[in-house]
């Protein structure tokens, strides 16, 4: 993409009404605006981020069998009120509403009594078992306060998967896997080593929940991290029985903040039974499926690597999902001929590209190129033109290399032939 | 994808509660799901027919020079106080709620409002425009009545344009540019030949708006046809003044039902006056940019085709956008090698296949083969397996040929590598 057809412009000022470093950084940059707290808009550089991360998490999903699906927002009072969650004082961050003919409906915070009737119409028989369902799809939820960002929002983007099992061991071996595709989601996200799986509460059918928490100072909950076992226990159920219960030693425990960038949890029959659901198992017996629910906020995560990855100069993108992996920078009207070769060069190869070619100058084009967190920058410039060798740069180091336009393209090109 | 991991069924019965084909259509081929009238959940195949839909309008609108960006659908009420848009007076369709703290906001029914204070914010200079910006996002429209299935909806996927331009020639160019790649869209998605630009009322800025209908009994619009020059007037400004004024002579103009599937609208500085987005021109004075908007429904569209593309035994999806090109039919378990293999070669040379391998009789496989309305239906039974030449029908013929497996993947393969 030529910067100089790019709508968004990066900013010189913080801006005023946001404390949370995120969001500070992809406003700057032009990635995000702000609608209101905790209601962004993505912009063409942060739809591209967003869109990336979807993809892997949805990468990840189809790989556990996954089928993908996409719910409404508008939600029909009736199966809340079946399951006791219309009432504001049981959910208190409800957005409602009315249709034009005065019925109430709510704005979907969560799907459980979206699908669960979806699927009661379409399962037959304990062969149609085990299912796992998601969908990525906007959210929303009435927060009081809205601080973080795009840490947590009032309207985000969120996958949401659902299993439904017939026995417990069913259930069992699926929540495993999903906990390990979770697993494989932040590690392609380059926050792996940072995260971790914890034990939070859990509800009426299991004794624990498990959220994944990164670890930064930006965030909300309170964990007891084991970094050797890479464990950690949530401030909610940290008892010394549970630390005992987990094998684990309370003077060894670290206690840090954590940013919550998923859940798993199972719902028993939670959702099942108020809607009837059955199948007939191999016995002949009527079953109601044990359900388990599975979140990841897409949005929610962007924000989180935007916290986590960045230094003083902006953001450090990992490459698969920064908005391009290149920022090519051209100083000079008249160096344009090869820059605007290699650019091309580097489309051909599928390098995607950020072609600075604005007339600007050369320390505002490097400051823009470090805050959008471009994992390569290259320099053109009158000088490396007449040297034959032209600058490349990794946004995580000082150093820049020196190096001819076939190394360089050698170079980025990776996987993709050349 | 193997049929058998599919959670979807197809239903025998038409739903009671729909009127319109295209739902009832979809909603027996396990597409969508009804939530509530004009609110509907996308299953997996429905899903993939409304992504390609959509992938086609983001490769048309990006060829114009499109930027892709993600509005949200919680709207600020003080924005559409500045337009005059935010009494139920002036827009009878709004759904609004309110934050936890009292304050109250919409769901966006359309994003000028959001986007053109976003425009403003990166505006420095003539030289910025003209822009034009999209995105693909979920509307919310409180219809009274929502009967037409996918066609009218009150949650629903909607392509919105929006170009700001610094001169009425400007502008122009602008809006015809798109009016040619929505014609693009149109021919790509098999309905182009049935789908007419339609004068229709314009507003203070200019004379006409225009839109695309699509001809169909289904139709809401009332439309008079020059099929010779693909040109049509909608009723509502159909005067024997306007007639003249086009050329057109009404008694060769034929009176039919249309359903809506674009528009395109000058907006002059209706809402860049009350924003006071103003340019410097190239003289030094100051500019308030021309605005057009440009709307295509995605979900409509599907609805539309649903429509207007079936015949009793159900859906005909064009090609490109089918959830899959190939319905594969395995009748008996014992030819599973010969149809795992060829199900294996079409997924490896990129042929999209839905693959029958469910426990079902002949009869139940071809309906929904057809119900789905899935472009080729291939046979492998103990007849042609022993005989070497397998089926290969077309949806839309009554005749299958008989061909050897190197064959049928050749005639399938299309423009991807054998």
């Given at each position: 993409?030529?910067?100089?057809?790019?709508?968004?412009?990066?900013?010189?000022?913080?801006?005023?009404d946001e404390?949370?470093?995120?969001?500070?950084?992809?406003?700057?940059?032009?990635?995000?605006?702000k609608e209101m707290a905790g209601v962004?808009?993505?912009?063409?550089?942060?739809?591209?981020?967003?869109?990336?991360?979807?993809?892997?998490?949805?990468?990840?999903?189809?790989?556990?069998?996954?089928?993908?699906?996409?719910?409404?927002?508008?939600?029909?009072?009736?199966?809340?009120?079946?399951?006791?969650?219309?009432?504001?004082?049981?959910?208190?961050?409800?957005?409602?509403?009315?249709?034009?003919?005065?019925?109430?409906?709510?704005?979907?915070?969560?799907?459980?009594?979206?699908?669960?009737?979806?699927?009661?119409?379409?399962?037959?028989?304990?062969?149609?078992?085990?299912?796992?369902?998601?969908?990525?799809?906007?959210?929303?939820?009435?927060e009081?306060r809205s601080k973080?960002?795009?840490?947590?929002?009032r309207?985000?983007?969120?996958?949401?998967?659902?299993?439904?099992?017939?026995?417990?061991?069913?259930?069992?071996?699926?929540?495993?896997?999903?906990?390990?595709?979770?697993?494989?989601?932040?590690?392609?996200?380059?926050?792996?080593?940072?995260?971790?799986?914890?034990?939070?509460?859990?509800?009426?059918?299991?004794?624990?929940?498990?959220?994944?928490?990164?670890?930064?100072?930006?965030?909300?909950?309170?964990?007891?991290?084991?970094?050797?076992?890479?464990?950690?226990?949530?401030?909610?159920?940290?008892?010394?029985?549970?630390?005992?219960?987990?094998?684990?030693?309370?003077?060894?425990?670290?206690?840090?903040?954590?940013?919550?960038?998923?859940?798993?949890?199972?719902?028993?029959?939670?959702?099942?039974?108020?809607?009837?659901?059955?199948?007939?198992?191999?016995?002949?017996?009527?079953?109601?499926?044990?359900?388990?629910?599975?979140?990841?906020?897409?949005?929610?995560?962007?924000?989180?690597?935007?916290?986590?990855?960045?230094?003083?100069?902006?953001?450090?993108?990992?490459?698969?999902?920064?908005?391009?992996?290149?920022?090519?920078?051209?100083?000079?009207?008249?160096?344009?001929?090869?820059?605007?070769?290699?650019?091309?060069?580097?489309?051909?190869?599928?390098?995607?590209?950020?072609?600075?070619?604005?007339?600007?100058?050369?320390?505002?084009?490097?400051?823009?190129?470090?805050?959008?967190?471009?994992?390569?920058?290259?320099?053109?410039?009158?000088?490396?033109?007449?040297?034959?060798?032209?600058?490349?740069?990794?946004?995580?180091?000082?150093?820049?290399?020196?190096?001819?336009?076939?190394?360089?393209?050698?170079?980025?090109?990776?996987?993709?032939?050349?």
């Amino acid at each position: 993409m030529r910067l100089s057809t790019n709508f968004t412009k990066t900013k010189k000022q913080v801006p005023a009404d946001e404390q949370s470093k995120n969001a500070q950084l992809l406003i700057q940059a032009g990635f995000v605006h702000k609608e209101m707290a905790g209601v962004y808009s993505y912009l063409p550089l942060g739809l591209k981020v967003l869109n990336k991360i979807a993809q892997i998490v949805r990468e990840e999903m189809d790989a556990v069998g996954g089928q993908e699906i996409l719910m409404t927002a508008l939600q029909v009072k009736e199966r809340y009120e079946a399951t006791g969650r219309w009432s504001d004082k049981v959910v208190d961050n409800w957005f409602k509403t009315k249709l034009a003919n005065g019925t109430e409906v709510g704005l979907g915070f969560t799907h459980e009594e979206n699908l669960t009737p979806i699927v009661k119409s379409y399962l037959n028989s304990y062969k149609d078992l085990p299912l796992a369902i998601y969908q990525i799809q906007t959210k929303f939820r009435n927060e009081l306060r809205s601080k973080s960002g795009l840490m947590r929002g009032r309207e985000f983007l969120m996958k949401d998967m659902y299993t439904y099992a017939l026995t417990q061991e069913q259930h069992d071996e699926y929540y495993e896997k999903i906990a390990q595709a979770y697993r494989r989601v932040y590690d392609r996200l380059g926050i792996g080593e940072r995260t971790f799986k914890t034990f939070a509460s859990g509800g009426v059918f299991s004794k624990f929940s498990h959220e994944f928490q990164t670890v930064s100072d930006a965030g909300e909950d309170t964990i007891y991290l084991d970094k050797k076992r890479k464990l950690a226990i949530n401030k909610e159920v940290f008892t010394d029985e549970i630390i005992h219960d987990l094998g684990l030693t309370k003077s060894e425990l670290e206690e840090v903040k954590g940013i919550e960038v998923g859940n798993i949890f199972s719902l028993g029959t939670k959702f099942t039974k108020p809607f009837e659901v059955e199948v007939e198992d191999a016995e002949g017996g009527r079953v109601a499926p044990l359900m388990g629910c599975y979140g990841i906020g897409i949005s929610r995560l962007m924000g989180t690597i935007a916290e986590v990855m960045s230094d003083e100069k902006g953001l450090i993108w990992p490459e698969n999902i920064a908005p391009a992996k290149v920022y090519l920078v051209r100083l000079g009207e008249k160096n344009a001929k090869v820059a605007d070769e290699l650019y091309e060069n580097l489309l051909q190869i599928g390098v995607e590209v950020i072609y600075d070619d604005r007339d600007a100058r050369a320390g505002e084009k490097f400051a823009d190129a470090d805050l959008l967190g471009i994992p390569y920058r290259i320099v053109i410039s009158d000088k490396t033109v007449e040297a034959g060798k032209h600058e490349l740069k990794q946004r995580t180091e000082a150093q820049a290399q020196s190096l001819g336009l076939a190394e360089i393209v050698k170079t980025l090109a990776g996987d993709n032939k050349v």
